[in-house]
């Protein structure tokens, strides 16, 4: 049986030197292609899927750990042949992941199988496939990469097709054989539902955000609070928690912090708006510098900087203000 990992933390990616030098390379070096699956489930579609194309790297995300030791037993039967596992599953938000951890143009195919539909019209915002959403899906395609959806519930399915025939990103192409049913699609095919499957080839662009420019940052940046006075440091120990702001388009939780001998390390929750909050720790040492705390990570791999600028600015300005003085 292949012992080689299968089921990755985040920091296998956002903490690894490796990764943050060589990507996808340094987990499948020589790979012929990349492909990810969002809200794998218990990995049936990888698990059919990859032993097929051993030369290509899959890649699988899913938010809940039951589902996600599912995935890994299902997968280690699939590829025990293989001298080296193909495949990595890791329980991360897709979005975070996808626009963190895949540069431009990286993947062959973009793969949503039964995503959570969201019934609820004031949920709407919470699917994956969303106006908003299909920009970030075509960047991280290739030109002529795939994004493959399927769904078993009509009205996520009229306006999946609806967004795509609209988008200048994205033509309509012939749905793939996929000789395999995934849990949900047993379980729809059962009660009789109707399968909606959409197949959509990523079109060449040039207009594109956030292409061109994938850059990992390092682990440690270490940013001064720009008004700092030793007082704050007081204050900070007086204040009443949770403490919260939003800056720059983040939103930031810090804890009750911990005293430690090198400052004061606060639970910190992390947000952007429509995306799972991210958590961390930070260290806010006694002149002023702060830094995430040693063992612990900023999952924002290209915008570290940018999140530790809208922490630094908010707390600084928040302590100027007063804000937590009792
Ligand atoms: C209805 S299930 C479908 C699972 C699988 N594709 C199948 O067909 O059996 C949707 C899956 O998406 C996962 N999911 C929901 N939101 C997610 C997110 N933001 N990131 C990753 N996975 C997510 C859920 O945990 C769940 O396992």
């Known amino acids: ?126 699917r994956i496939l969303r106006e908003d959403t299909l920009p970030l899906f075509a960047s991280r395609l290739k030109t002529g990469g795939k994004l493959i959806f399927v769904t078993d519930d009509p009205p996520y399915g009229e306006s999946a097709l609806a967004l795509l025939n609209a988008s200048p990103l994205f033509d309509a192409t012939a749905f793939p054989e996929i000789d395999v049913r995934t849990k949900y699609e047993k379980k729809w095919l059962q009660q009789a539902k109707p399968i909606q499957r959409l197949a959509y080839v990523r079109l060449p662009q040039a207009e594109l955000p956030d292409t061109g420019h994938w850059r990992p940052c390092p682990c440690d940046l270490c940013l001064p609070l720009s008004d700092w006075q030793p007082a704050f440091f007081e204050a900070l120990q007086q204040a009443s928690y949770p403490l919260q702001f939003a800056h720059q388009g983040w939103y930031f939780k810090l804890h009750q912090p911990e005293v430690t001998p090198a400052g004061l390390s606060f639970p910190l929750v992390i947000a952007e708006p429509r995306s799972l909050a991210q958590h961390s720790r930070l260290l806010l040492q006694p002149d002023g510098q702060m830094r995430i705390a040693e063992g612990h990570w900023l999952p924002y791999l290209q915008r570290r900087e940018q999140v530790m600028q809208a922490l630094a600015a908010g707390l600084n300005h928040n302590l100027k203000e007063g804000a937590y003085a009792r």
């Not at 599912?70 to 996808?98: F, T």
Request: net charge negative; glycine share 6%; with cysteine.
């Open 1 to 126: 049986m292949n012992t080689e990992p299968l089921l990755y933390t985040a920091e296998a990616f956002f903490d690894d030197p490796d990764f943050l030098i060589s990507g996808w390379e340094s987990l499948f070096p020589g790979h012929s292609g990349l492909n990810f699956e969002i809200g794998m489930g218990y990995g049936h579609f990888l698990a059919w899927l990859a032993p097929r194309f051993p030369a290509q790297a899959f890649v699988g995300v899913d938010i809940v750990s039951k589902v996600l030791r599912g995935a890994e037993q299902r997968l280690r039967r699939a590829l025990a042949s293989q001298a080296r596992p193909n495949v990595c599953i890791s329980k991360q938000d897709a979005l975070m992941m996808l626009r963190e951890l895949f540069p431009p143009a990286s993947l062959d195919h973009l793969y949503i199988l039964f995503p959570d539909p969201w019934f609820k019209e004031r949920h709407e915002h919470r």
